[in-house]
C-alpha cells in the first residue's frame, strides 16, 4: 500500500531507487558551461534586483540541464529574495527528479518548500515523464492545493497514456478534482491526442466527445479558451484544415486567433510540413506572437537542413524584435531567438550576437538561448 503522508516524506522514500547523487562532481560541460558563465557574470549588470535574480535563476536551471549540479547549487545558493529562491529551487527540482536523481532533487524540493504548491506539481511532471509513473502518483497524493494536485494527475495521466497504461490513465484522469473542469479537459485533451497518435482512433474519439460532454456540463463549450484547446488538440492529431475552421470561434481583441494560429504552426513544424506551418505565422498579425512563432519556424528549418529558409525567419525574428517596445517582454523573446540564431549560424556566431544586444537582460537570455542549442543541453520537461 502506498503512503500519502506528504510529498517530502515520498520523495525521500524513493531514495532507495539507487540514483547516482547529481553533485558528485563540479565538472564543467564544455561550451555551455563558458555561455553560462558569461550570463552569470553579465547579471551583475542588471540593477534591478528582483530581474537579476530572476535570470540567476534561470542560468541555475540551465547549468542543471547541461549537467553541472555542482554549478547549479552553487548558483542558486546566491538568492537572496524569498520567493525568487523558492522558484528556482522548484525548477531545480523538477528538472533533478527528472534525470533521476532523487537525492539531489529532494535537496531543492525542501529549500524550495514543500509547502508551496507548483513545486510539488512539477516534480510530478518530471518523474512521470521520466517513467516513474508510481512513485508521481504517490507524491501527487500528498499535493494539497487543488489546482496543483489536479494539474498533477494531469501530467501522471498524459505520462501513463504514453506508457500504453490506459486503464491507470483513466484512474489517474478521475482524480482530478471536479472543481478544476478546465484542467481536467486540457488533460484528457492531450489524452486523445496521444491516443490518435498510437493508432487508437476510436478511443481518441471517444475521449474528446467527453471533453465536449463535460464542457457543455461545466458551461465552458462557449468559452473561446476551449476551442483554442480544441483546435490545437485537432492540429496535433494532423487536422489542420479542421482546427483553422475554428479560427472563427475566437476573439480578435484577445489576440486568441494568434493563439490558435501559433499552436497549428507548432504542430505543423513537429509533423514536418515547414512550407504549411510558414505559412500559417504568416497569418499571424500580433508583432509578440510574430517574434515568439518566427524563431521556432527558424529553428524547424535548421533541423531540416534547409538553411536558406531558416535565415530568412531568423531574420524576421531579429527585425520584428526591434518593435517589441516593452524591454521586459523583448529580453525574454530573446531566448528562443538565441536558439535559434545558434542553429542557423552556430554557437559562436550566436553568441558574438547576443554580446551587442544594448540590455544585458537581453543579452543573458540570448546567451541562456544558445546554451538550448549546445549538445550538453536537456530539458527532461519536455519530451
Known amino acids: 500500500m502506498r503512503s500519502t503522508v506528504g510529498i517530502a516524506a515520498v520523495v525521500m522514500c524513493v531514495l532507495n531507487m539507487g540514483a547516482a547523487h547529481f553533485f558528485t562532481s563540479g565538472e564543467k560541460s564544455g561550451g555551455s558551461a563558458d555561455l553560462l558563465k558569461e550570463a552569470l557574470d553579465t547579471t551583475g549588470k542588471i540593477t534591478d534586483k528582483n530581474s537579476r535574480e530572476r535570470l540567476i535563476g534561470k542560468v541555475a536551471g540551465m547549468q542543471a540541464m547541461t549537467g ?22 522548484a525548477t531545480l527540482a523538477a528538472v533533478l527528479a527528472g534525470k533521476g536523481d532523487l537525492r539531489a532533487a529532494k535537496e531543492f524540493y525542501d529549500q524550495g518548500g514543500p509547502e508551496q504548491p ?12 521520466a517513467g516513474g509513473q508510481d512513485d508521481a502518483v504517490d507524491i501527487a497524493a500528498g499535493i494539497k492545493e487543488s489546482s496543483a494536485k489536479s494539474a498533477a494527475y494531469g501530467y501522471i495521466a498524459r505520462a501513463q497514456t504514453v506508457a500504453k497504461q490506459w486503464g491507470k490513465a483513466q484512474k489517474a484522469i478521475d482524480a482530478i478534482d471536479p472543481s478544476q473542469p478546465s484542467i481536467k479537459m486540457r488533460a484528457m485533451v492531450d489524452v486523445a491526442v ?7 482512433t476510436t478511443e481518441a474519439q471517444q475521449t474528446l466527445k467527453a471533453v465536449d460532454d463535460l464542457a457543455k456540463a461545466s458551461k465552458l463549450d462557449n468559452d473561446p479558451s476551449f476551442w483554442i484547446m480544441v483546435s490545437d488538440a485537432m492540429a496535433r492529431m494532423g487536422d489542420t484544415k479542421g482546427a483553422k475552421e475554428l479560427l472563427s470561434k475566437a476573439r480578435k481583441d484577445y489576440s486568441e486567433t494568434d493563439i490558435m494560429l501559433s499552436h497549428i504552426a507548432t504542430a505543423q513544424e513537429e509533423a514536418g510540413k515547414l512550407e504549411e506551418a510558414a505559412q500559417t505565422v504568416g497569418q499571424i498579425e500580433g508583432k509578440g506572437f510574430k517574434v515568439a512563432a518566427y524563431p521556432e519556424l527558424a529553428i524547424a528549418f535548421a533541423k531540416s537542413n534547409k538553411k536558406t529558409e531558416a535565415q530568412k525567419w531568423l531574420d524576421q525574428s531579429l527585425s520584428t524584435l526591434k518593435e517589441i517596445s516593452m524591454p521586459a517582454l523583448a529580453a525574454n523573446f530573446c531566448l528562443a531567438i538565441g536558439e535559434a540564431s545558434a542553429r542557423v549560424n552556430g554557437v559562436p556566431a550566436a553568441a558574438a550576437w547576443a554580446r551587442t ?21 536537456h530539458d527532461p520537461l519536455k519530451p
Open 194 to 200: 496521444i491516443e490518435a497518435q498510437a493508432g487508437k
Open 118 to 129: 507548483t513545486i510539488g506539481e512539477r516534480v510530478v511532471q518530471a518523474i512521470a515523464a
Open 68 to 89: 553541472d549540479g555542482a554549478g547549479a547549487k552553487v548558483t542558486v545558493e546566491t538568492i537572496t529574495t524569498p520567493g525568487t529562491k523558492q522558484a528556482a529551487c
Open 357 to 377: 544586444l544594448p540590455d544585458p537582460e537581453m543579452s543573458v537570455n540570448a546567451l541562456l538561448g544558445v546554451v538550448r542549442a549546445t549538445p550538453e543541453f
